[in-house]
């Protein structure tokens, strides 16, 4: 299984080129994001990409941006991805990622959501993964599992830093969920959170190593089930990003780190941690295929 890696235009300032640059310089597969709000835009965004080699990964979020509109009824978001995800082929993604329901539903609206959006996917015939977030259907361990049970079929986007906080701790308490998770798990948005907020100011501090060490657990967990179940490609996002998740220093609001350099970072530090999992792997299946040799 290989690891494919993908810049996140999430607090990307530059333009397309730039973006397309820093993916052929640092050795990612491609971009993950939204798409242009025009069709000339979503036109250059699809040409340029295939021109350089790299893919798309399309985010989506349903009625609404990150946060939910709290009255928006199940049908509209079920309007609302259909509508991005028409757009969204226009720029021939390899999957959706969709930030989608509410987590003010009860789990039966949740199941029935996420049962009607999976076949809006197939009739469109585009992949379709669920991301783990605050303030939506899956923005916690335990309503999460009980949707997943009640929806065999039904894939994952796994950022667990939304979690932590939501929890205030590390989930590593809750193998169950974690272990039913990795079953589903599409797509990895390697972002580490903490007990207090879901992106601690640097993962290559000494400070956070527990966090990091954590989820680079759960994202082994993962890679190992996914490798099980005959995955070639696995894909991930480094996903630090700005909007309140960067800590800066009172008063002058300067940034504490930059998120582009730790976002480069965390994929050159996944991609040795998966290259490792990945020869564990084999070397175990080579271990237990090798013949046992009976000596008297």
Not at 35 to 52: I, T, Y
Not at 161 to 167: A, I, M, Q, T
Not at 260 to 272: D, L, P, S, T
Request: glycine share 6%.
């Amino acid at each position: 299984m290989e690891l494919h890696v993908f810049k996140t235009l999430w607090g990307h300032t530059g333009d397309l080129e730039e973006a397309i640059a820093a993916c052929l310089q640092n050795e990612f597969a491609g971009l993950e994001g939204q798409v242009p709000d025009s069709p000339a835009g979503r036109k250059k965004f699809r040409m340029k990409l295939a021109q350089n080699g790299l893919g798309f990964i399309a985010e989506i979020c349903t009625a609404g941006c990150y946060v939910p509109r709290r009255q928006a009824a199940l049908s509209e978001h079920l309007e609302s991805l259909r509508c991005q995800a028409e757009v969204a082929l226009e720029c021939h993604p390899r999957f959706l990622t969709v930030i989608a329901g509410c987590d003010a539903w009860r789990v039966e609206q949740s199941v029935n959501f996420f049962g009607e959006a999976m076949a809006v996917a197939v009739k469109l015939g585009v992949p379709i993964s669920f991301e783990t977030h605050r303030s939506r259907s899956l923005f916690n361990p335990w309503t999460t599992r009980d949707i997943l049970r009640q929806l065999p079929a039904m894939k994952l986007t796994c950022d667990f830093s939304h979690w932590c906080v939501v929890c205030e701790r590390l989930v590593g308490d809750e193998p169950d969920v974690l272990s039913l998770c990795a079953e589903r798990a599409h797509h990895v948005h390697a972002r580490v959170g903490y007990d207090q907020g879901p992106q601690v100011p640097h993962p290559a501090a000494p400070l956070h190593r527990e966090a990091l060490e954590a989820h680079e657990r759960w994202w082994t967990h993962i890679w190992r089930n996914q490798s099980a179940r005959g995955m070639a490609v696995s894909t991930l996002t480094p996903e630090f990003g700005p909007d309140g998740y960067l800590h800066s220093l009172p008063f002058t609001n300067v940034p504490v780190a930059d998120v582009i350099q730790i976002n480069h970072w965390m994929a050159g530090r996944e991609k040795k941690l998966f290259a490792e999992v990945m020869m564990s792997v084999a070397s175990r299946t080579r271990i237990q295929s090798e013949p046992v040799s009976i000596t008297h």
